[in-house]
């Protein structure tokens, strides 16, 4: 996916060599909603908690109100909106780290015994790309993905930065963001659709006809009523 660059410790600025920032496996199993398991996950990721930040340096991602989720589920249920439920894969190593100052280029350890260098030490990584941890990499994921529904005609809601909207000769889609977990509604499958195969020019993503994936919530559908748990 071109994340990294391993280098040399020596090859590391001799100013940044205080920040190497360590990393470590997250190991975690993923559930069905009957309790019975869906999937093991393993990923390498950093430890943000350790990583030297200016006071003024703002590194965030916009969460969707609670507000909009619930007119999202209310404009669905009274106009029996088509919705669905999106995951992209790695969400945040598809957003590239751009660094114009070297100060602000980021080097990471990978646990001992996972890739080591000639001396048995911990192999080092320039990142390329917004590893899982790090500070900045919700914020680096937001922005990559605002501007690539812009450039696609969605306009981007001023009462909320996680909600998009389109509307075409064919009817209105809504999109909702909440860091890494998506939501979409629409007046009609071909507008889901079309936005889909959009995303997966850029990103590579898996569909889900409930929203178990948006925030934990199992959505059914009786007699144009939603009902959410």
Request: glycine share 6%; net charge negative.
């Amino acid at each position: 996916l071109g994340c990294y660059e391993r280098i040399l410790r020596a090859d590391v600025p001799s100013t940044q060599r205080h920040s190497i920032i360590p990393t470590k496996m997250d190991l975690k199993t993923k559930f069905f909603a009957n309790g019975e398991i869906n999937k093991l996950k393993a990923r390498l990721v950093v430890l943000g908690m350790l990583e030297k930040h200016s006071a003024d340096e703002q590194n965030y991602s916009p969460t969707a109100d609670a507000r909009t989720v619930n007119l999202i589920f209310s404009l669905a249920a009274q106009h029996n909106l088509f919705i669905k439920g999106i995951d992209i894969f790695g969400a945040f190593i598809t957003a590239d780290i751009k660094s114009d100052k070297p100060e602000d280029d980021v080097y990471v350890s990978l646990p001992k015994g996972l890739d080591d260098d000639e001396s048995g030490q911990p192999a080092i990584w320039k990142l390329k790309r917004a590893l899982y941890g790090l500070r900045r990499s919700p914020k680096l994921f937001y922005t990559q993905l605002r501007e690539y529904l812009l450039l696609q005609g969605y306009t981007n809601s001023p009462l909320d930065n996680c909600l998009f909207h389109k509307i075409t000769a064919t009817g209105k889609i809504f999109f909702c963001t909440h860091v890494d977990d998506f939501a979409i509604a629409a007046s009609s499958p071909e507008l889901i659709e079309e936005l889909c195969s959009k995303l997966k020019e850029k990103y590579i993503i898996t569909e889900s006809d409930s929203l178990e994936s948006f925030l934990g919530v199992h959505m059914e559908r009786h007699d144009g009523c939603l009902y959410l748990s």
